[in-house]
């Protein structure tokens, strides 16, 4: 059992606990939501949009994010089906809460008229920001680290401070350890990713759809050195070829580090690495193709049309022009129906 210096508790109200997990989860979506909200003024899209995306997309990440993990653990849940709800244990993969946002957003932003690839790219950053805050609360929870390293090399090498040092003192079957803040290297990782995505959607180049593949890749590169310094890596047995395949670019990491235990018996490759190397290629084969195909015409810096607005637009402009067109004169008609001149014109006086 895990010892934990930070009580996951942040507060009570009556018989319900608040779980600092679930607070630190909670700001990571408002700090996204903020960042969305103003790049999304510059191309004049409402806030109630990026809103409506965070009510909905947030439900549908999480649980995304507890079908992956679960999935993989099923073992560990088969006989206790009601700990699969306890999220705020800790139990979250974030590749399955972005396939589950990602499914949502693709049925929300067409719906909304908005075209994905633009949206996408507006939040490209403020993922980047709540991933960043995120994993804090594996911190809290004490989950999430790596492989043991020395007292010194925590507080000598890295200057980390006291609260972080402690929380990474875990207990395990063989005493009390030290172990890799995994957390902070994907939190750091995060952190200037996002500050080059705020830099990269200024530059003219940037063709729609790339910023989003520019967050995959730059996460995933991190993401798959990080995850072998893990020790509870979601993993599976794969061929020998596979697992020598990733190990084969994780290598120039046993240089200066050792990797992450990962049981032979659970398996032999960790799966989000194996998805960060496939994330990587693919977003990059998007990017040239989309380019090539002249699917990629539209630049991040150009005006974001809203179909459904645009269509109503038209519609209303069609029949304003078809008003003017009708004539707003008539030629006057007597009484008896027939056209004539006006009656004003007075008879001579005999």
Known sequence: MQYLLLNPIAFSIGPIAVHWYGIILGTAALVGLLIAIREGNRFGIPQDFFMDLLLFGVPSAIIGARIYYVAFKWDEYKDNLLDVFKIWNGGIAIYGALIGAIICAIILVRKKGYSFWRIADICAPALLAGQMIGRWGNFVNQ???????????????LHLPDFIVNQMYVQEAAGMVYHHPTFLYESVWNLIGMLILFVLRRQSFLRAGELFMSYFIWYSVGRFFVEGLRTDSLAFLGPDWLASFVG???????????PGHLD???GNVRISQLLAILIIVAAIIIIIVRRVKGYANTRYLDP??????????????AVQATSVAEPVNRTPQHEDGSAGESSDKKEPTS
């Open 264 to 266: 032979p018996a659970y």
């Open 143 to 157: 989950e999430a680290y790596g492989g043991p390293v020395s007292e010194s090399f925590l507080r000598n090498t």
């Open 304 to 317: 974001i049309i809203n179909t459904k607005t645009s269509a109503v637009q038209e519609i209303a402009a």
């Open 248 to 258: 084969f670019f994780w290598a120039p990491m046993e240089v200066v580090f050792e």
